[in-house]
């Protein structure tokens, strides 16, 4: 069990550029969630997926951002047109329904720093 | 829809003293609590949880946690911290699958 594992670590992007984050959940997680974090705030909920199906998205998930989970495993998070207000940490983490306790567990994180 | 308060933006604190860091939730019905702990440039990891049972409930590196459904509260407590404890602290709450967050307490230890 390798955990939660987000790629890239650290991305820096001039505005207007789009980025792409990936994720790999805990390998038998059928839940996957993204997660946004600006300094000095607490996580903030953006989408999250059952296998492929993704359930539910936060009003902060703006049309430029979308996630996908096309075969139930790894999750990609794009953000279109970048703005400087994106630069934050985006968190990815997994838990399973089929598991007692829904333990969510988080990666590492991806920092954006947008210029 | 559920929702956690920290109340402590930041607690500083000398090592090897005392510490406590409150967390309020507002449910009206069961509610699932976690804090997590989050280190400088790193992710989150799991501290504790109360999802039902006994109301104290313990964490591996000495911090304790007890559920209190008349003062709906979850504070988190350690007798003695260490220098290593400094990191950010959230308390959060499961609402229909997914964590909401407290805005979270920095735990500065000083020697």
């Known amino acids: 069990d390798t955990g939660v594992s987000q790629d890239p670590r650290h991305k820096i992007t001039k505005r207007g550029q789009n980025v792409t984050f990936r994720c790999d959940p805990i390998?038998?997680?059928?839940?996957l969630y993204w997660y946004r974090q600006t300094l000095g705030q607490g996580p903030e909920f953006l989408t999250y997926?059952?296998?492929?199906?993704?359930?539910?998205k936060s009003r902060l998930l703006s049309d430029r951002f979308s996630a996908e989970r096309p075969k139930g495993s790894f999750s990609t998070l794009e953000i279109q047109r970048t703005e400087q207000g994106d630069s934050a940490m985006y968190l990815c983490?997994?838990?399973?329904?089929?598991?007692?306790?829904?333990?969510?567990?988080f990666g590492e994180g991806s920092w954006l720093t947008v210029v | 829809a559920q929702s956690v308060t920290q109340l402590d933006s930041q607690v500083p604190v000398f090592e090897e003293a005392p510490v406590e860091l409150r967390c309020n939730y507002s449910?009206?019905?069961?509610?699932?609590l976690f804090w997590y702990v989050q280190y400088p440039n790193q992710g989150l990891q799991l501290l504790l949880k109360?999802?039902?049972?006994?109301?104290l409930v313990e964490s591996i590196n000495g911090f304790e946690a007890e559920f209190n459904k008349s003062q709906t509260s979850f504070h988190l407590r350690k007798p003695s911290v260490h220098i290593s404890d400094t990191a950010e602290y959230f308390c959060?709450?499961?609402?229909?699958?997914?964590?909401?967050f407290g805005t979270g307490t920095r735990l500065q230890v000083f020697p």
């Open positions: 997926f059952q296998n492929e199906a993704q359930l539910e």
């Open positions: 983490a997994s838990s399973s329904d089929r598991l007692s306790g829904n333990t969510i567990y």
């Open positions: 109360y999802l039902s049972g006994s109301t």
């Open positions: 959060a709450v499961l609402n229909t699958d997914k964590l909401i």
């Open positions: 390998s038998e997680h059928n839940r």
């Open positions: 449910s009206s019905v069961s509610v699932y």
